[in-house]
């Protein structure tokens, strides 16, 4: 067994400027980021950096053949410190690059797993509220050309800094907000139900839950939209609390069921998440209605204002108000695919339906996909 440790070093800051001057940033240093981070937040401080906007090569989620083109990329750079600036996406990649030997594609990272060291110092710095891949050592690509989208999580890649800015939430959108928080919330629900968390890891997972449900409720009773700005600070380090308390007990059914419907109808991350939740729990209550799912409901009914039979109902309503949850057919699904999602999961889910609440046969994630349908 593995004891809980945090290797990452998180620091906090207001504003990236106070970052820069900190960090020392400058010509060795390879900065990958989305283009308008860079020009919103780099180029106006007038450091000289080496750049490379995850942008030119792709837009949604990581997909193998990008990840690919990134890693030609930087074969013919020369650089020391790797300064990832983005969401999941950015970081998740940037630990690829730091662990890359200079040969290697995305196929040869998966099948030389065991192997892998790290060849650049990795600084993350997040964008969005949600994935908390600062401080975790999992990277997940969409690999399109073996037809699954997975996880890769080796120690090697855990970030050398997490760097927590408020500032850089400044020009996140709603729906990103929406769908990078709702990832959060889920992080801390399944790492605190996760056999393999620990009390340790339980303290983050139970304090990101409760900021980010209480600031959910705030930001709604506002009256929603950008009220949610106001308590960005709190999400931020709610969503990298989620990440330490996940790094250590694992996601579970919920991100497992969610990935083909990531993978194949690209929906995004957090929302595909938000689509699982109430299905997966349900599915948990029906079949272990006693055990820790009663812990969480007290934490929920403490934290919302409600009766602990009824916190899970009132969550997910909650949730509803910050991003209206829809169907799977009004993306696409058809009923006809949800056979093969659930033996996809079963076959290639296991790291994490091992830290499911209880086990979930193949029948029983069919159903839980036919539930949302
Ligand atoms: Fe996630």
């Known amino acids: 067994m ?3 440790f945090i290797k990452t070093e998180v620091e906090e800051f207001d504003t990236f400027e106070q970052f820069v001057k900190e960090a020392g940033l400058g010509s060795d240093d390879l900065v990958f980021c989305g283009e308008h981070t ?5 180029k106006p401080l007038g450091v000289e950096v080496q750049t490379l906007f995850r942008d030119r090569y792709s837009k949604g989620e990581p997909v193998d ?3 690919d083109a990134i890693l030609d990329v930087c074969r013919n750079k020369k650089f ?5 600036i983005g969401g999941g996406t950015v970081i998740d990649i940037a630990k690829l690059i730091a662990v890359a030997k200079p040969e290697y594609n995305v196929d040869d990272l998966y099948d030389n797993a065991a192997e892998l060291k790290k060849h650049h110092q990795l600084v993350a710095i997040p964008t969005t509220c949600g994935t908390g891949s600062e401080v975790t050592n999992i990277s997940v690509v969409n690999r399109v050309s073996k037809g699954v989208k997975m996880g890769l999580a080796i120690d090697a890649m855990l970030p050398d800094k997490a760097v927590m800015i408020t500032n850089m939430l400044d020009s996140l959108p709603y729906k990103i907000f929406a769908t990078s928080s709702i990832d959060a919330m889920v992080h801390s629900v399944e790492s605190f139900l996760s056999p393999n968390g620990c009390s340790i890891s339980r303290i983050f997972s139970t304090e990101a839950l409760k900021t ?11 009256g929603g939209g950008e009220a949610w700005k106001e308590f ?6 709610a969503s990298n609390w989620a990440g330490l308390g996940f790094g250590y007990a694992g996601c579970a059914a919920v991100h497992a069921c ?6 194949v109808y690209h929906i995004p991350h957090g929302q595909s998440n938000q689509l699982m939740f109430a299905p997966v729990m349900k599915k948990y209550k029906e079949l272990q209605p006693v055990g820790r799912i009663n812990d969480l409901e007290a934490i929920i009914a403490e934290t919302l204002g409600c009766n602990a ?3 899970l109902e009132v969550l997910y309503e909650l949730m509803d108000e910050v991003l209206k949850s829809e169907p799977l057919k009004n993306f696409g699904v058809k009923e006809s695919d949800l056979p093969g999602f659930a033996s996809g999961v079963i076959k290639t889910q296991q790291r994490l339906l091992k830290n499911n609440y209880i086990p979930l046969t193949e029948e029983q994630v069919l159903d839980i996909y036919k539930a949302v349908f």
């Open 2 to 4: 593995k004891g809980f």
């Open 38 to 42: 860079y020009n919103d937040y780099v």
């Open 65 to 67: 053949s990008e990840v």
């Open 80 to 84: 020391g410190r790797i300064i990832a």
């Open 212 to 222: 980010i449900i209480s600031c959910w409720k705030k930001a709604v009773d506002n």
């Open 232 to 237: 960005a600070a709190d999400f931020l380090k």
């Open 258 to 263: 969610a990935y083909p419907l990531g993978s």
């Open 309 to 311: 039979d009824e916190a």
